[in-house]
């Protein structure tokens, strides 16, 4: 069994700073690539930021210089510090992997989603 859990989600007011985690857990391999997508009701999930297992970083134009993607030496847990928050920020923030294992050999996973939410 495979399981993505997202946790640090919340209410921040603008301008704060937020620090969201991912952890998978389960009979895992590897795991290539694991990113961070965000959600609001009426649009469509949108990429946020990415991160390979060598440590190459790719980020939304709307987050640059504000989200930093990270990832433990384990590789197991990634890291969204979100800082200088926006409103516009304000959505579901759910973990994303490509996990290879025994079996099945490939597989992607999504996590729940945390619920960030930014106050003007």
């Known amino acids: 069994q495979v399981q993505l859990v997202e946790s640090g989600g919340g209410l921040v007011q603008a301008g704060g700073s937020l620090r969201l985690s991912c952890t998978a857990s389960?009979?895992?391999?590897?795991?290539?690539?694991m990113g961070w997508f965000r959600q609001t009701p009426g649009k469509q999930r949108e990429l946020v930021a990415t991160?390979?297992?060598?440590?190459?970083?790719n980020y939304a134009d709307s987050v640059k210089g504000r989200f930093t993607i990270s990832r433990d030496n384990a590789g197991d847990t990634m890291y969204l510090q979100m800082n200088s928050v926006k409103p516009e920020d304000t959505a579901v923030y759910y973990c994303?992997?490509?996990?290879?294992?025994?079996?099945?050999?490939?597989?992607?996973?999504w996590g729940q989603g945390t619920q960030v939410t930014v106050s003007s």
């Open positions: 994303n992997a490509d996990v290879r294992a025994y079996y099945p050999p490939r597989r992607i996973y």
């Open positions: 389960g009979s895992i391999n590897s795991i290539n690539v």
């Open positions: 991160i390979t297992s060598g440590g190459s970083t």
